[in-house]
């Protein structure tokens, strides 16, 4: 009676095994870990948590005062605010941009490609200054808006929606772009050639397809809105309970030397962020599973 050979009992690997020790380019797990928690705790949580150790110096009720103060909660209200807005209409227009560049070819597309990642490289206080220039009501724009409309758009709060649409466009495209670029056309004339509409292929093949990127792509604007400053504080007015943002009232609070109560309005917007960033990567996992679940 002959049994059948077991072929990892000779020594012999079977062809789908991963070997846990395999040599590779960087050191093992162990040590690659480590370096990585070092590396984030001397330059992220290190400093992080250098806020709410400073803030402590108030006290509970301290900290409570310095944080709910009316003048706080307008700045939260509009920041967050101005952020989500923000972030929504990159999410779409930002999505129609990527499509331009992936699907057509046309004259000046590479200026416009380039276009795309002008905010990148752009100090920020000089795209404030130019924002506001543009639409001041003696602006190019802000005049006819103002004249024909009655819209005032520099020193109000739509002013500060506009600056931070215009930092965070890039993250919408640079994000949705290569995902684009990666669905083949063949899957949607597939679907056109078995009687979908446009909107049809458009929401059943290539919004699931794509739905991780905007959501990454969403939530790298809204990060970057939150925390901008330059382009925002020219174009803001920075009025007390109509348009301060939060990050020029910490400035406002460190120049007063108050850094006790600076780091307080900080360790918020710290926490928000971070609870509201936590919400989108936790959204963007199920969808991933999701799509997993219906290709399986």
Known sequence: ?????????????????????????????????????????????????????????????????????????????????????????????????????????????????????LPFALPTAVAGIALTALYSQKGWLGGPLSEWFGLKVAFTPLGIVIALIFIGVPFVVRTVQPVLEDVEREIEEAAASLGASRWQTIRRVLLPTITPALMTGFALAFARAVGEYGSVVFIAGNMPMVSEITPLLIISKLEQFDYAGAAAIATVMLVLSFVLLLVINLLQGWQARRNLGRLA
């Open 1 to 117: 009676m002959t049994t059948a050979s077991n072929p990892t009992a000779n020594g012999a690997q079977a062809p789908f095994a991963v070997r846990r020790n395999s040599p590779g380019v960087l050191p093992g797990f162990g040590i690659s870990m480590g370096y990585a928690v070092l590396y984030l705790s001397v330059l992220v949580l290190i400093p992080l948590a250098a806020l709410p150790i400073k803030s402590a110096e108030l006290g509970w009720q301290g900290f409570w005062d310095a944080v709910t103060a009316p003048r706080v909660m307008a700045s939260y209200q509009l920041t967050f605010g101005a952020s989500l807005i923000a972030a929504l209409v990159n999410l779409v227009f930002g999505t129609v941009v990527a499509w331009v560049l992936v699907r057509y070819r046309f004259p000046g597309k590479k200026i416009l490609d380039a276009l795309v990642d």
